[in-house]
């Protein structure tokens, strides 16, 4: 750990720890106006970095089948719910169900699914029937190494799926803020890339500092004080080959100084709370990604900014009798890889719907389910489950600006302010940039700002 790091942590009030433990810390920046905002760091992930070894791995992912397992006991389908083990030895041919990790699917060419999946007691192929279309068609998103209830008839060493069921979140209490205050959430700005739109950004920044606008735009931006930057904030260096023809500031310190000169406009009333993307190269790709600082010193060191975990639960604007709101910040890194695998998700819109990706991760209880979508360290306790359910889910790296609801936790894709990239031409992504989901924190209805 830096100095500067050290440094930083406790100007954040954070005890700096080398220990491989995911923290949680309380933070609280309160500050003097009409609207006071009021930010929590609830939960960061911070992992040593130490020579990882397989086990790592195993003890990683039977932890995560540990968490999977409790949450779904709560669910009644799981009463009576048996082990491999137990279900194999046993020869019922009654209905059972078990609790198990999906370690393989393979498509028989009649359409029937032929499942591997385990627990800690061992390993048994399910059969789900292309006869079963409902079932069939709730397969379609199904992805490797998520934890489900199966429930079946077993038959020697099978078993015959009758009923799957994801371990999926309660619906969340709504909590309303007493006072009109609001939340806005983009992040990847890519500066340093020559597609870095500096007007629109520019005409949004003078928004949100009161410079522009009519009466009531002024009013709600002044009543704005909350600001989710998820990730990306400038296009970083070396993150595919011959990416330097298409930057404009070639140097990453370069590139976060030019970002910081906006955004040291923001009056300090406002609270600006930033993760890292898989584009700032200033921290390790693989997740959790730390707090920014070296290299980003000019913007972490600004008054009003909160570099946090990725990912990361923030709760803003608790006062009084009201618990404020949890903020679970993500920048997205496994999306697109969970688009390209997942049937279910691409025939839902894929890139167009990212809420419906958070859906879909939120009934995973968990951000990346599957190994290969990632680059995660193989931390005991997995940053990536969504142990905490959030009244806000906030993602970026699409590039598509989008608003949903899933049982009360608001889903919030931020969109970007870079232009259609050559590589995104080729793929076929169309981005939404200046496109800026705001959300009223009293009436938790959200709406999408434009700057042209
Ligand atoms: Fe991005
Ligand atoms: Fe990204």
Redesign the pocket.
Same mark, same amino acid.
């Given at each position: 750990m830096t100095s500067n790091k050290v440094k930083e942590l406790i100007k954040k009030g954070i005890l700096p720890t080398s220990e491989n433990i995911d923290k949680e810390v309380v933070v609280v920046k309160s500050k003097n106006k009409d609207l006071k905002s009021n930010l929590k760091i609830i939960k960061e992930f911070n992992y040593k970095p130490k020579k990882v070894e397989p086990k790592n791995f195993t003890e990683h992912y039977r932890e995560r089948y540990k968490f999977m397992r409790n949450t779904l006991f709560s669910r009644p389908e799981a009463a009576n719910s048996v082990s491999i083990e137990h279900l194999k030895s046993t020869y019922s041919r009654e209905e059972q169900s078990i609790i198990a990790m999906v370690s393989d699917v393979i498509r028989l060419p009649t359409g029937t699914l032929k499942l591997t999946v385990e627990d800690l007691t061992g390993e048994i192929d399910l059969i789900i029937s292309s006869k079963s279309e409902e079932l069939i068609e709730k397969a379609q998103f199904l992805t490797l190494d998520e934890t489900l209830i199966f429930k079946g008839r077993p038959s020697k060493d099978i078993m015959f799926v009758s009923e799957i069921i994801w371990p999926d979140i309660p619906e969340t209490p709504i909590a309303k803020s007493p006072e009109e205050v609001y939340a806005i959430f983009s /992040?990847?700005i890519?500066v340093g890339s020559n597609h870095f739109l500096p007007k629109q950004f520019k005409t949004f920044m003078d928004w949100f500092n009161g410079k522009v606008g009519n009466e009531r735009q002024r009013e709600i931006a002044n009543k704005t004080k909350y600001f989710f930057i998820p990730?990306?904030l400038v296009d970083g260096v070396g993150i595919y080959p011959s990416q330097e023809k298409e930057l404009i500031i070639k140097d990453l310190r370069e590139q976060y100084n030019e970002l910081a000169k906006y955004l040291k406009e923001i009056p300090d009333d406002k609270e600006v709370i930033i993760c890292p /993307?898989?584009?700032d190269t200033c921290v390790r790709l693989e997740e959790p990604q730390p707090q920014m600082y070296e290299y980003a010193e000019a913007i972490a060191e600004l008054p009003n900014v909160t570099m946090v975990t990725n990912p990361s639960y923030t709760n803003i604007h608790a006062q009084d009798n009201y618990r404020g709101q949890d903020v679970l910040m993500y920048h997205g890194y496994s999306f697109d890889q969970l688009i390209d695998q997942v049937d279910g998700l691409r025939l839902a819109g894929g890139y167009e719907k990212a809420e419906e990706i958070h859906k879909f991760l939120l009934k995973r209880r968990h951000l990346s389910p599957t190994h290969n979508l990632n680059l995660t360290l193989p931390m005991k306790k997995d940053p990536h489950i969504i142990e905490k359910i959030p009244d806000i889910m906030v993602s /970026? #790296?699409i #590039?598509k600006a989008r608003i949903g609801n899933y049982k009360n936790t608001i889903s919030i894709s931020g969109s970007?302010w870079?232009s259609t990239t050559a590589f995104q031409e080729k793929v076929g992504h169309k981005p939404d940039p200046g496109m800026i989901p705001i959300l009223n924190l009293q009436t938790r209805k959200a709406n999408m700002l434009s700057f042209k």
């Amino acid at each position: 750990m830096t100095s500067n790091k050290v440094k930083e942590l406790i100007k954040k009030g954070i005890l700096p720890t080398s220990e491989n433990i995911d923290k949680e810390v309380v933070v609280v920046k309160s500050k003097n106006k009409d609207l006071k905002s009021n930010l929590k760091i609830i939960k960061e992930f911070n992992y040593k970095p130490k020579k990882v070894e397989p086990k790592n791995f195993t003890e990683h992912y039977r932890e995560r089948y540990k968490f999977m397992r409790n949450t779904l006991f709560s669910r009644p389908e799981a009463a009576n719910s048996v082990s491999i083990e137990h279900l194999k030895s046993t020869y019922s041919r009654e209905e059972q169900s078990i609790i198990a990790m999906v370690s393989d699917v393979i498509r028989l060419p009649t359409g029937t699914l032929k499942l591997t999946v385990e627990d800690l007691t061992g390993e048994i192929d399910l059969i789900i029937s292309s006869k079963s279309e409902e079932l069939i068609e709730k397969a379609q998103f199904l992805t490797l190494d998520e934890t489900l209830i199966f429930k079946g008839r077993p038959s020697k060493d099978i078993m015959f799926v009758s009923e799957i069921i994801w371990p999926d979140i309660p619906e969340t209490p709504i909590a309303k803020s007493p006072e009109e205050v609001y939340a806005i959430f983009s /992040g990847d700005i890519h500066v340093g890339s020559n597609h870095f739109l500096p007007k629109q950004f520019k005409t949004f920044m003078d928004w949100f500092n009161g410079k522009v606008g009519n009466e009531r735009q002024r009013e709600i931006a002044n009543k704005t004080k909350y600001f989710f930057i998820p990730g990306d904030l400038v296009d970083g260096v070396g993150i595919y080959p011959s990416q330097e023809k298409e930057l404009i500031i070639k140097d990453l310190r370069e590139q976060y100084n030019e970002l910081a000169k906006y955004l040291k406009e923001i009056p300090d009333d406002k609270e600006v709370i930033i993760c890292p /993307g898989n584009h700032d190269t200033c921290v390790r790709l693989e997740e959790p990604q730390p707090q920014m600082y070296e290299y980003a010193e000019a913007i972490a060191e600004l008054p009003n900014v909160t570099m946090v975990t990725n990912p990361s639960y923030t709760n803003i604007h608790a006062q009084d009798n009201y618990r404020g709101q949890d903020v679970l910040m993500y920048h997205g890194y496994s999306f697109d890889q969970l688009i390209d695998q997942v049937d279910g998700l691409r025939l839902a819109g894929g890139y167009e719907k990212a809420e419906e990706i958070h859906k879909f991760l939120l009934k995973r209880r968990h951000l990346s389910p599957t190994h290969n979508l990632n680059l995660t360290l193989p931390m005991k306790k997995d940053p990536h489950i969504i142990e905490k359910i959030p009244d806000i889910m906030v993602s /970026g #790296h699409i #590039h598509k600006a989008r608003i949903g609801n899933y049982k009360n936790t608001i889903s919030i894709s931020g969109s970007c302010w870079q232009s259609t990239t050559a590589f995104q031409e080729k793929v076929g992504h169309k981005p939404d940039p200046g496109m800026i989901p705001i959300l009223n924190l009293q009436t938790r209805k959200a709406n999408m700002l434009s700057f042209k």
